[in-house]
């Protein structure tokens, strides 16, 4: 049955030719048989062949087809062939014509040339009904004109819910457009936002390494020691420099901001602290743990592990209702920092992330996955079993290669 239905989708036109065939035999066999003249019944053949005709090419070219079924009609008044059962093809050209997405005015020239039909009928080819023929003769035109407007207006309804339809997919396919284009357009602020935050991190290396150098050159005669400490400061503040510059060059900066003349050091791991404490004052419970031995990080990790928690606690703060509390867990590992974030608020109502950052200029999970990419670590999200949501990162000490 299934095969069936799909070769009818497929071949809509076959399956008309076959209707029409099949029709044919049927119509041309009453022609034999009903009682008519002789004239009448050679005329019949031809009528009957062309009205099976606008079956089989009803979906090709609907608007003929109506033509060549009106012109059949006024040949059947002419030539005195009475109403026969080929005149259903009448009732088929009037649905395909109203159903189709041709002109209006066609719909309507088959919808008055349904409503005409019954009547020129009747006046044809009256009725003998006696003594109540009137009335019996417009109670029976209008019982044959129903089956011609019920056939208009339930093509004209499949037109309308066809171009309904086609209006929704449209309106899909322009917002999954317009959706992926605000998504491109999110990913490129964010990836430029960070590139300015990694630029002002190896700017102020640069100028800490730029310091020590002079103070390592004043006191190297009068403070050897000391001039080594400041070497070895230079030393580790350019390695560091050298990695954030290299994430640096694989970010495509899209626009330049207005230089301060300044350099500002970036948040860093130190600064959570604060950072949950300026939450908490703000009404949030927070409960906020260091595992591990502190140790100092690249000033990407760092700057990276502090955006997240600031937007995952800002986001529990806005959307994780009035009684949610959280919980940040820091946690050192040998070769990289471990970072959670859960709140036991409205995890449902954390779809939000998808849509807006924490402080008004990130984009949620787009900007956290961006920034978690960027220093080479990974990145888990997602509503808890229980209830609320969770944040997983994992920033590696070492930027992968």
């Known amino acids: ?195 300015r935050e990694l630029h002002d991190v190896v700017a102020h290396n640069v100028s800490v390494m730029v310091v020590q150098a002079d103070g390592a050159a004043y006191v190297m005669d009068a403070s050897p020691a000391q001039a080594r400490q400041a070497l070895e400061t230079i030393s580790t503040t350019g390695r560091q420099a050298l990695a954030e510059m290299r994430r640096l060059l694989g970010v495509l900066r899209t626009g330049e901001h207005q230089e301060s003349g300044e350099y500002v050091p970036q948040p860093d791991v130190e600064q959570i602290e604060d950072l949950v404490e300026q939450v908490r004052t703000a009404g949030l419970t927070v409960d906020f743990k260091v595992e591990g031995t502190p140790r100092p990080l690249p000033s990407g990790v760092e700057l990276t592990a502090y955006r997240i928690v600031q937007e995952a606690l800002t986001n529990t703060r806005k959307h994780g209702g009035p009684e949610a509390g959280a919980s940040v867990r820091l946690v050192y590992f040998d070769d990289g920092l471990g970072l959670l974030v859960e709140d036991d608020g409205r995890g449902a109502a954390h779809e939000l992330y998808e849509d807006g950052g924490a402080d008004g200029r990130g984009h949620g999970l787009i900007g956290m996955r961006e920034r978690v990419g960027m220093v080479g670590g990974t990145l888990d999200a997602g509503p808890r079993p229980g209830g609320g949501f969770r944040i997983s990162a994992l920033l590696p000490l070492k930027p992968a290669h």
């Open 1 to 195: 049955m299934q095969r069936l239905y799909d070769f009818i989708r497929r071949h809509p036109t076959s399956v008309d030719s076959f209707w029409a065939v099949l029709l044919f035999g049927i119509f041309l066999l009453w022609a034999v048989q009903a009682a008519m003249g002789t004239e009448p019944r050679i005329a019949a053949v031809p009528i009957i062949t062309l009205l099976c005709l606008v079956v089989a090419l009803r979906r090709r070219a609907p608007d003929k087809m109506l033509l060549l079924a009106i012109l059949m009609g006024v040949a059947q008044l002419v030539f005195d062939v009475e109403v026969n059962p080929a005149d259903w093809a009448m009732l088929v050209i009037i649905y395909t014509v109203a159903a189709s997405d041709g002109p209006r005015w066609i719909s309507r020239v088959a919808l008055f040339g349904g409503l005409t039909a019954a009547p020129l009928a009747q006046l044809r080819w009256p009725a003998e009904q006696g003594t109540s023929s009137v009335l019996a003769s417009v109670f029976f035109t209008v019982v044959m004109a129903l089956p011609f407007a019920l056939a208009w207006v339930l093509g004209d309804s499949m037109r309308t819910r066809r171009a309904y339809f086609a209006e929704l997919e449209e309106r899909a396919a322009r917002l999954e457009k317009e959706r992926e284009a605000q998504s491109k357009v999110a990913v490129a602020a964010e990836r430029a936002r960070i590139a």
